[in-house]
């Protein structure tokens, strides 16, 4: 975008301020008053195609104050694309004459990057004797503030606006075709219609005027979208040839089962409203026009009287009461100030630099609520009387955002230093960015030493690349849903933690950015209980031996590899001969003595493969694997003889037993392993019975 000297090119606000034939002083006050108040005016040459824009344009995009003078099609590339079909169709319009001016809002990208909302509003000032548009003159206004109270305020402004649109001069019901059957009696004087000729019409079958064919066309549209409508205007003329301005708004009538029962709605005479806009057209020029569509609520207002000279249309609504009631009237007269020493303070300044601003201050509307807004005033330069520019930003949403922050914040902090578990705030590449004192006792880290680290510095090497991972994916993904993990955490003196960890991700609506919150459970003893829980379920507890059942588990392992690999499986069942005597002479405790140490001598005598188990009293079976040929086992059955033989400590001394030991070989004698089992055992009583009977 170029800029270059206005004057060349385009004159003073204040020279085309006194342009119109209403070149009034309170006019070229307002033009000032435009020039201080922080909107952008624009002149649009169409025979050069260059615009000229008033030093707040500059401003607005982030460069210094300074006037710009551009081609048309260079200000439409600042626009996104997405924005210009709305833009492109209304400014057509008004340049052929469809609308008599037009105005959207719209986004523009400054020259950092960046991208700021802005309200245009244009009028085509200008046209040659056929009509076609040769000059454009607006105002451009920066109205991010207001975009982003918006959405803030949609859902408060959605609930109570039905109500509000139903404050009327009569009330109409319409049925599922639209025809009307019923009008309250008010609708006899105000509108001087008589309700017999409207009962059983719909609205566009009577003898409306002052609405194209385009605009009832849009409200047909609407009606059978079962969408509310609200101020519809048109034009009837009554009995005496009076012509009378209607405005209508309604809502959709539907019953229990959901279906369109029809419309409901109000209508007001705005007649008043419409002379009144209509003599301001007359006599405003296109300054004034400019301040009266600001989208910033403006008032002009006479610095000695405090009295209301002018109000646009945005304070107007803001004040929720009618223009007339306003001008001419202080602010004290219109009990604006909650509080007098507002209005006090804000003059002081006015009276010490000329300007004045407060960035909360309380107002009382028209129906009592209380509404915030930001004030910012300017004593404008000469005329007669003395002018006070004022603007009032309504910014109750923002500060009832601002408390319910401020309010779910504390709560959220109350919370997380008081919870009994571990809690930590953390950035998206794992840094701590807040912890409380749980998890520093889980960690033995003070808060501050464990912000100058990450979670994965005091993740277990083993159980990192995982989670993380994992959990970046569902980030990018934009996954919402927590994330449970058992993991090993580090402890400060080197020691490990097993801890439960959920991870949830917070997304950042406006940045888009994420935090992740954690909640951390120390369940280390949880974990070694389990442990010894699962220990206790698959082992003998006297001898700490594989019981049947995880005997059961490595028998079918064990025979499962031997056929791949095609070797053999022993299964070598032992059976304690003399250990009744052992029990009954020494008791029990002797007894279990003697069977821990014969348990531990068995398991000395395998290779790491090999399993021993403990299978009943003084009974056990031993599998041994990966056997080539049968001599192994002999070997093997004569070792175990050889370590259960020796003599076994008691407290009373020693004692020594004996044992019947049987053998059943996979896949010689079976291939099933319960018919093993059985073989092995049989053969152990084959050797019992020998032995008896020497």
């Given at each position: 975008m170029a800029s270059a000297d206005p004057d060349k090119h385009a004159p003073s606000a204040a020279a085309q301020a006194g342009r119109g034939e209403d070149d009034t002083p309170l006019h070229r006050q307002a033009a000032r008053a435009l020039e201080a108040s922080g909107l952008a005016f624009f002149d649009y040459d169409l025979a050069t195609g260059m615009v000229y824009l008033s030093e707040a344009w500059s401003e607005m995009l982030g460069a210094p104050r300074a006037p710009t003078l551009a081609p048309i099609g260079a200000l439409f590339e600042l626009v996104p694309e997405e924005d210009r079909p709305v833009l492109r169709r209304d400014y057509l319009a008004a340049l052929k004459g469809v609308s008599r001016e037009y105005r959207v809002d719209h986004r523009v990208r400054t020259p950092a990057g960046s991208v700021i909302w802005v309200s245009s509003w244009g009028r085509v000032v200008k046209r040659d004797v056929n009509g076609r548009a040769l000059r454009m003159m607006g105002v451009v206004a920066d109205v991010s503030a207001y975009k982003r109270a918006e959405q803030a305020l949609r859902e408060s402004?959605?609930?109570?606006?039905?109500?509000?649109?139903?404050?009327?001069?009569?009330?109409?019901?319409?049925?599922?075709?639209?025809?009307?059957?019923?009008?309250?009696?008010?609708?006899?004087?105000?509108?001087?219609?008589?309700?017999?000729?409207?009962?059983?019409?719909?609205?566009?079958?009577?003898?409306?005027?002052?609405?194209?064919?385009?605009?009832?066309?849009?409200?047909?549209?609407?009606?059978?979208?079962?969408?509310?409508?609200?101020?519809?205007?048109?034009?009837?003329?009554?009995?005496?040839?009076?012509?009378?301005?209607?405005?209508?708004?309604?809502?959709?009538?539907?019953?229990?089962?959901?279906?369109?029962?029809?419309?409901?709605g109000i209508g007001r005479n705005?007649?008043?409203?419409?002379?009144?806009?209509?003599?301001?057209?007359?006599?405003?020029?296109?300054?004034?026009?400019?301040?009266?569509?600001?989208?910033?609520?403006?008032?002009?207002?006479?610095?000695?009287?405090?009295?209301?000279?002018?109000?646009?249309?945005?304070?107007?609504?803001?004040l929720g009461r009618p223009r007339e009631l306003v001008l001419g009237r202080t602010s004290k007269e219109l009990d604006l100030f909650v509080d007098v020493k507002d209005r006090e303070k804000i003059w002081e300044q006015l009276a010490r630099t000329g300007q004045a601003r407060m960035d909360a201050v309380p107002f009382q509307d028209a129906s009592g609520a209380l509404r915030w807004h930001m004030i910012s005033a300017r004593v404008l330069p000469d005329g007669e009387p003395k002018t006070v520019l004022v603007t009032a930003v309504d910014i109750t949403g923002r500060i009832a955002a601002e408390q319910a922050l401020r309010a779910s914040e504390t709560r959220f902090k109350a919370a997380f230093r008081n919870s009994a578990i571990g809690m930590a705030l953390l950035a998206a590449d794992g840094s701590w960015l807040m912890a409380n004192e749980a998890l520093c006792e889980i960690l033995r880290y003070s808060e501050e030493e464990l912000l100058q680290t990450d979670i994965r510095s005091v993740t277990y090497p083993e159980d990192r690349a995982e989670d993380f991972e994992f959990l970046r994916v569902r980030?990018?993904?934009?996954?919402?849903?927590?994330?449970q993990r058992e993991r090993r955490l580090v402890r400060k003196d080197g020691t490990t933690v097993w801890v439960q960890i959920d991870l949830g991700v917070v997304v950042d609506g406006e940045s888009d950015s994420f935090q992740v919150i954690a909640q951390i459970q120390d369940v280390t003893e949880r974990r070694a209980a389990e442990a010894r829980a699962e220990h206790l379920a698959l082992h003998d507890p006297l001898t700490g031996l594989p019981n049947k059942r995880l005997l059961a588990d490595?028998?079918?392992?064990?025979?499962?590899?031997?056929?791949?690999?095609?070797?053999?499986?022993?299964?070598?069942?032992?059976?304690?001969?003399?250990?009744?005597?052992?029990?009954?002479?020494?008791?029990?405790?002797?007894?279990?003595?003697?069977?821990?140490?014969?348990?531990?001598?068995?398991?000395?005598?395998?290779?790491?493969?090999?399993?021993?188990?403990?299978?009943?009293?003084?009974?056990?079976?031993?599998?041994a694997t990966?056997?080539?040929?049968?001599?192994?086992?002999?070997?093997?059955?004569?070792?175990l003889h050889t370590a259960i033989e020796r003599p076994c400590e008691i407290e009373s001394g020693a004692t020594t037993v004996s044992a019947s030991i049987g053998l059943a070989i996979y896949p010689d004698h079976t291939k099933d392993p319960t018919e093993l089992l059985r073989r092995a055992d049989a053969a152990m009583y084959e050797v019992k019975r020998a032995r008896r009977a020497r």
């Open positions: 402004e959605a609930r109570f606006r039905s109500l509000t649109e139903l404050s009327s001069d009569w009330y109409w019901e319409q049925d599922e075709n639209f025809r009307f059957i019923e009008f309250s009696p008010e609708v006899v004087p105000r509108a001087g219609a008589s309700i017999a000729s409207h009962l059983g019409k719909a609205r566009w079958e009577l003898p409306w005027i002052g609405v194209s064919e385009e605009r009832w066309h849009e409200h047909r549209a609407r009606l059978e979208a079962h969408q509310p409508f609200r101020d519809f205007e048109f034009q009837r003329v009554n009995e005496s040839g009076e012509r009378i301005w209607i405005s209508a708004s309604g809502t959709p009538m539907f019953d229990d089962s959901g279906r369109f029962r029809g419309y409901r705005i007649n008043t409203r419409k002379r009144a806009e209509e003599a301001l057209r007359e006599s405003e020029e296109r300054f004034m026009a400019m301040f009266r569509n600001s989208p910033a609520p403006m008032a002009l207002v006479e610095f000695d009287t405090q009295r209301v000279l002018d109000i646009n249309d945005a304070h107007v609504q803001q980030m990018v993904r934009g996954a919402r849903g927590a994330l490595r028998l079918a392992i064990a025979l499962s590899v031997a056929k791949r690999a095609k070797t053999r499986v022993g299964a070598i069942f032992i059976d304690l001969d003399r250990f009744k005597p052992v029990n009954d002479t020494w008791g029990h405790l002797a007894g279990d003595a003697v069977l821990r140490q014969i348990a531990q001598r068995l398991q000395s005598a395998l290779r790491q493969s090999d399993t021993v188990a403990r299978v009943g009293g003084d009974e056990f079976l031993v599998l990966g056997v080539e040929q049968r001599h192994e086992l002999d070997r093997l059955v004569e070792r």
